[in-house]
T-cell receptor
Framework: DTGVSQDPRHKITKRGQNVTFRCDPI?????LYWYRQTLGQGPEFLTY????????KSRLLSDRFSAERPKGSFSTLEIQRTEQGDSAMYLC?????????????FGSGTRLTVV | DAKTTQPTSMDCAEGRAANLPCNHS???????VYWYRQIHSQGPQYIIH?????ETNEMASLIITEDRKSSTLILPHATLRDTAVYYC??????????WGLGTSLAVNP
């Protein structure tokens, strides 16, 4: 297991189209997080899962956004009817919840460009 | 989650120690201090974290003041590859991370 994998690395789409991103976390990690990052800013929290349960969603996650983590393994983030403002880097991270409170491992991200 | 304050940018000479400060005066008793860095166009990389004791790993050292209101990340021998944006974050129990703008560290030859 080489870490958190995200696919695709880059996505260019026309405004109004739907896009879906995939994240494969580190296999033994039970938590999975999605963040969004625009140029010059730190990542912004979108949502996170513990196993297959989605425990928290940010207000940034409008009804056009949906995330799933079936069977508590990989996760998908779908954006419907994309807008130019959705252009950003979408980052996935995973962690193992233990008493030692280890940090996250991030993937390399999916860069979305809406034209 | 407590907020953090970091300088916008810093410079460091290659081979010297880089000391990156962070203020987190509103940190609560069960919140950890985390440090991540992000090299251009890559995902953030975990560096180190601590609760109240100083910590050291193969990448860096973390010095937390006794009142826990501030901390310093130390890269003992900075290299050009350490040029990145460094984020200081406080959070508890592996919850969501609230990111600021970080410190842009430039390591110069």
């Amino acid at each position: 297991d080489t870490g958190v994998s995200q696919d695709p690395r880059h996505k260019i789409t026309k405004r109004g189209q739907n896009v879906t991103f995939r994240c494969d976390p580190i296999s033994e990690h039970n938590r999975l997080y999605w963040y969004r990052q625009t140029l010059g800013q730190g990542p912004e929290f979108l949502t996170y899962f513990q196993n297959e349960a989605q425990l928290e969603k940010s207000r940034l996650l409008s009804d056009r956004f949906s995330a799933e983590r079936p069977k508590g393994s990989f996760s998908t983030l779908e954006i419907q009817r994309t807008e130019q403002g959705d252009s950003a880097m979408y980052l996935c991270a995973s962690s193992l919840v233990t008493g030692n409170n280890y940090g996250y491992t991030f993937g390399s991200g999916t860069r979305l460009t809406v034209v | 989650d407590a907020k953090t304050t970091q300088p916008t940018s810093m410079d460091c000479a290659e081979g010297r120690a880089a000391n990156l400060p962070c203020n987190h005066s509103t940190i609560s008793g069960n919140e950890y201090v985390y440090w991540y860095r992000q090299i251009h166009s890559q995902g953030p990389q975990y560096i180190i974290h601590g609760l109240k004791n100083n910590e050291t790993n193969e990448m860096a050292s973390l010095i937390i003041t006794e009142d826990r209101k501030s901390s310093t990340l130390i890269l003992p021998h900075a290299t050009l590859r350490d040029t990145a944006v460094y984020y200081c974050i406080v959070t508890g129990n592996n919850r969501k991370l609230i990111w600021g703008l970080g410190t842009s560290l430039a390591v110069n030859p």
